[in-house]
């Protein structure tokens, strides 16, 4: 396959991950990075042979032979930066969400932005390539439970985050459940058209002071008349906890926790199973990977991308719903007609 050469804007958590799968990856050619920070992995940069770094994405951006971008800046600089890369004929692969904000005027100025400037662009919603949860989706697809009824989706992180990466990348609405509500939606094969949320600081009360929470509850109502219920917790003391249920008219699908071992130890007391995956980056692994590559086949062949903005379009929309409905006590509806741009 064609060998596509990109560069790489935002080298922090995130972006570092997705940098070392690239240079694994020889369907991509990894040209430059940039990051305002570029100073704390300029060496490492150079030592992986990647001799373009810039501190302003604008050059970045303006050299010739890149062809596709990865954004993986914090959230607030999604848009601009998206926009950016449109007008400049970049196809762009951006990690989730697009707005920490949630209007969904500027959401559309960028897909217009990317349909106007004739690039292609994806949404790096990783949990849809999990390779258990893409198996879920496609037997909901092929009709193995029937008439999906009830999507069940627990998704804890191990530990807080700092107040000051939160105010970088969002709330645990806007940076976590986010992925809950796309995989839903997924799941579901329907649009939301209603939200009843509650959350609560359980874990770190000094969150209300950067608006955040660190526990919650949501029932989700769907166009075809099912439901979602989703819970989040920033702290499960046995590590990452995702799992996902699908309940439909003719079955049950269910995908469980992934550890390292499957070992399972039976004793006169108990029975031990070995915990969960202990974070993101080591549960999502297979993920993060297949999304880099599936962006980059697909550009070349042509296939549609697993997420796009539209995806994450209708993700926000529920995203500012759930915001709403905790801050009222009361059902929010949310406009399930996708919009066309
Ligand atoms: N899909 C997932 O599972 C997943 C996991 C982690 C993070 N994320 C997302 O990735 C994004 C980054 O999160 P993170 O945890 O890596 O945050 P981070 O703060 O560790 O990294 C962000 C990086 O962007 C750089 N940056 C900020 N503004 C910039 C600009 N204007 N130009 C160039 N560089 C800029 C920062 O210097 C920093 O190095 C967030 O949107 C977050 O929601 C997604």
Known sequence: MKNVKVGVIGAGRAGMMHIENMLTLNTIELVAVADVLIENVQEKLHEAGIEQTFKDYHELLAVPQIEAVFIFTSTDTHEAICLAAAQAKKHIFCEKPLSMTGQEADSLTVMQSVKENGVRMAIGFNRRLDHQFRTIWEKVEKGEVGEPQIVKITSRDPDLLSHALIQRIGGLIFDFTMHDFDMARYMMHSNVTEVFANGATLIDPTLSEINDIDTLALVLKFE???????????????????????????????????????????????????????????????????????????????????????????????????????QTGKAVPVDPKEPIV
């Open 224 to 326: 075809n008349g099912g439901f979602a219920l989703i819970d989040n917790s920033r702290r499960a003391v046995y590590g990452y906890d995702q799992r996902v249920e699908v309940f439909g008219s003719k079955g049950m699908l269910k995908a469980e926790n992934v550890s390292n071992s499957t070992v399972e130890h039976y004793t006169s007391k108990a029975t031990l199973l070995d915990k969960p995956l202990p974070i993101f980056n080591d549960r999502y692994q297979q993920a993060y990977r297949q999304e880099i590559i599936d962006f980059v086949s697909n550009l070349v062949t042509g296939q549609p991308f697993a997420a796009t903005p539209l995806d994450v379009v209708m993700a926000q929309r529920v995203a500012m719903a759930a915001i709403a409905s905790i």
